[in-house]
């Protein structure tokens, strides 16, 4: 080769490597260090249509000469994604190149995977991967939470994807509003509660990940302070509060390994959790027991094993001679507390399945209900509390619900979100978020489901204007049910005696009305007028067909 031309060349190639960066701004595309980071995909959805998703060079690391994206589409119909589509090769010229991929929203499409990763002649980047729905920005409103608006602080921490829309996560950004009660774990991936207090934070669709027309919201979850725990005890402690109250019983099953669900706190929680959301629902809370200023929780290790406890049906009948659990486990703590119960509500949380289809009993009307939490029907100990769609947790709802029925609310159908639905009803499909008589005509101000509720004394207000039926009580200047039993046949009208200086008095008389084939009730109630222990009995006179019919005598103990 010649010296001219040599020189030339020369020239030329310093030229080139002159000019060439301020030519690219960047570094030269036939040039690298190393290989490029992955793209960045950005999901976009517009006021109207589905997802569109944009591709970029990342900010980081040498340029890329390509960009590689595929992406496969799943349908209703099928369970599996159809396969991806070949690698579509797209050459990057620029820091700004820019690459859009519009999936197809038809009525047979239901969900596209978008795939990408960037090349130089160094190597390649890994693969980023996105799932999303086909739906309209609409359905990633997230302006109501799927989880209940009180959590007891022991909950802990609360998974993200409980915050994102249609139950799949989303580069959606959180930001705490109070960081000193709860704070996100970006890592983890979770909203902590730290303290108790009000919860509020932000979730937004706009960042490097993501862009919707849906604008910011906020949220405030109630973090509920932990109760205090007291020493296990099988005995009622002294009552803290006169009259009326619900004392709880945790019951340990004779053959079943406990979770002990009072020392846990998980009890103090549930009862808390029952009475706020009755608050926020009808702004009455039930009366629990307390004693130094916490619950009362009673402790009975039982001597019934499950098959002795079990029910099958939520209905009593009222002519069999074998007791049913309700009876069994009343009977069974008198004895341990060394005297009957009066006055009160026993409420037993029971720590072992008694039902196949059901988590609680109770006497509808009466003092004595019972529920199940057991693992994996009634209660689940991970995400239980969070509520979900029911925006109640399992045991909480099961403890209203029989509470309401001990007042005599008997199952309710008109509403499949109404907490009173049950045996009898035609059930919901799916969750639904929990009504309490909605239309008030049931049981809130009415009686059409078997009692009005707020007639009774059974509220931390103080409202109402007679008490819960309770075994062996009587109020002054209430009615008080001293017979309710059935009869084959009837001889005449039933007087109630009271002996009174050792004489007995008929106080009353009643007339029997038919209910069955064979069956007759008198359903005898009295007003007593004074306080103190009253002793009465059954007296039906002798006629000449039979003669005279003597009761057993029994003792009310008349309150005020």
């Known amino acids: 080769m010649g010296t001219r031309k040599l020189a030339v060349r020369i020239l030329l190639a310093?030229?080139?490597?002159?000019?060439?960066?301020?030519?690219?701004?960047?570094?030269?595309?036939?040039?690298?260090?190393?290989?490029?980071?992955?793209?960045?995909?950005?999901?976009?959805?517009?006021?109207?249509?589905?997802?569109?998703?944009?591709?970029?060079?990342?900010?980081?690391?040498?340029?890329?000469?390509?960009?590689?994206?595929?992406?496969?589409?799943?349908?209703?119909?099928?369970?599996?994604?159809?396969?991806?589509v070949e690698w579509i090769n797209v050459p990057v010229t620029s820091?700004?190149?820019?690459?859009?991929?519009?999936?197809?929203?038809?009525?047979?499409?239901?969900?596209?995977?978008?795939?990408?990763?960037?090349?130089?002649?160094c190597g390649t980047s890994g693969q980023t991967q996105w799932y999303r729905k086909l739906v309209t920005n609409e359905n990633l409103?997230?302006?109501?939470?799927?989880?209940?608006?009180?959590?007891?602080?022991?909950?802990?921490?609360?998974?993200?994807?409980?915050?994102?829309?249609?139950?799949?996560?989303?580069?959606?950004?959180?930001?705490?509003?109070?960081?000193?009660?709860?704070?996100?774990?970006?890592?983890?991936k979770v909203l902590k509660l730290l303290s108790a207090g009000k919860c509020e934070f932000t979730i937004s669709q706009n960042n490097e990940l993501l862009e919707t027309p849906n604008p910011d919201v906020t949220h405030i979850i109630n973090i509920l302070p932990t109760s205090k725990i007291l020493a296990d005890t099988q005995k009622d402690r002294p009552d803290e509060i006169p009259g009326f109250q619900i004392h709880v019983v945790y019951v340990k099953?004779?053959?079943?390994?406990?979770?002990?669900?009072?020392?846990?706190?998980?009890?103090?929680?549930?009862?808390?959790?029952?009475?706020?959301?009755m608050k926020r629902k009808i702004n009455k809370e039930f009366i629990f027991d307390t004693y130094q200023g916490t619950y009362d929780v009673?402790?009975?290790?039982?001597?019934?094993?499950?098959?002795?406890?079990?029910?099958?049906?939520?209905?009593?009948?009222?002519?069999?001679k074998k007791a049913g659990p309700l009876a069994k486990l009343r009977a069974e703590f008198n004895k341990q507390n060394g005297g009957e119960?009066?006055?009160?509500?026993?409420l037993f949380i029971i720590d072992a399945k008694l039902a196949k289809d059901y988590c609680g009993l109770a006497e509808t009307p009466g003092d004595t209900a019972l529920a199940t939490p057991y693992v994996g029907g009634c209660w689940n100990p991970e995400f239980g509390y969070l509520g979900q769609t029911t925006k109640i947790s399992g045991p909480s709802k099961t403890i209203?619900?029989?509470?309401?029925?001990?007042?005599?609310?008997?199952?309710?159908?008109?509403?499949?979100?109404?907490?009173?639905?049950?045996?009898?009803?035609?059930?919901?499909?799916?969750?639904?978020?929990?009504t309490i008589d909605s239309k008030n005509k049931s049981y809130l101000g009415a009686s059409a489901g078997g009692a009005n509720i707020f007639d009774l004394k059974v509220w931390k207000d103080g409202s109402g204007v007679r008490h819960v039926r309770s075994q062996g009580v009587c109020y002054i200047k209430e009615p008080c049910l001293v017979s309710d039993a059935y009869w084959p046949i009837v001889q005449g009208d039933l007087a109630i005696q009271e002996k009174v200086n050792g004489k007995w008095k008929t106080i009353q008389k009643f007339?029997?009305?038919?209910?069955?084939?064979?069956?007759f009730a008198a359903n005898a109630s009295i007003i007593p007028a004074s306080k103190g222990i009253h002793t009465y009995r059954e007296y039906i006179p002798a006629t000449k067909k039979y003669s005279a019919y003597v009761g057993k005598e029994f003792t009310k103990n008349v309150l005020s």
């Open 341 to 346: 119960i009066q006055g009160k509500i026993l």
């Open 141 to 188: 409103s997230v302006t109501k939470l799927d989880i209940a608006e009180d959590l007891p602080l022991s909950v802990g921490s609360i998974p993200s994807y409980f915050f994102s829309p249609m139950a799949y996560e989303i580069p959606q950004t959180f930001t705490s509003k109070t960081p000193t009660v709860c704070a996100f774990d970006e890592s983890a």
């Open 400 to 434: 209203v619900h029989e509470l309401i029925h001990n007042l005599g609310v008997k199952h309710v159908c008109e509403d499949k979100s109404d907490l009173m639905i049950g045996e009898g009803c035609v059930m919901p499909e799916e969750n639904l978020e929990i």
């Open 298 to 320: 009673s402790t009975m290790n039982s001597r019934y094993r499950t098959n002795e406890l079990e029910f099958n049906s939520l209905e009593s009948a009222p002519t069999s």
């Open 14 to 84: 310093a030229l080139f490597s002159s000019i060439l960066p301020a030519t690219l701004g960047v570094q030269s595309a036939w040039a690298c260090a190393s290989s490029p980071s992955a793209p960045i995909v950005k999901t976009i959805w517009g006021v109207t249509g589905g997802p569109t998703f944009t591709v970029t060079p990342s900010s980081t690391g040498d340029l890329p000469t390509s960009i590689y994206y595929a992406y496969a589409i799943k349908k209703f119909t099928k369970k599996s994604f159809d396969p991806f």
């Open 253 to 277: 099953v004779k053959g079943v390994t406990p979770h002990d669900y009072y020392q846990s706190g998980d009890i103090n929680n549930w009862l808390t959790l029952a009475n706020v959301w």
């Open 95 to 121: 820091q700004a190149t820019v690459i859009k991929y519009v999936p197809q929203m038809s009525s047979e499409n239901e969900m596209v995977t978008f795939s990408a990763y960037a090349s130089n002649n």
């Open 511 to 519: 007339k029997f009305k038919k209910i069955g084939s064979k069956k």
